[in-house]
């Protein structure tokens, strides 16, 4: 699954440790999640597109 959460990330100015924090995870983990290694589960889907104000099929793509 594609993702544009590197995209968002850098669009407000968070480092990966940063946004980790904000959503209670590792930053291993949002950087899996940035370069496709892992999809995160629904919640955690979830509380990222409410991080960021959008809906999750805007931010996670299936191919």
Do not use: W
């Not at 496709?36 to 099929?57: N, Q």
Request: glycine share 4%.
């Amino acid at each position: 699954m594609k993702n544009d959460l590197c995209a968002l990330r850098l669009a407000t100015g968070l480092s990966q440790r940063e946004l980790a924090q904000a959503l209670g995870v590792s930053r291993q983990t949002i950087n899996s999640i940035e370069n496709g290694r892992y999809d995160p589960s629904l919640p955690l889907a979830i509380a990222i597109a409410r991080h960021f104000h959008r809906t999750v099929e805007e931010i996670f793509h299936v191919d």
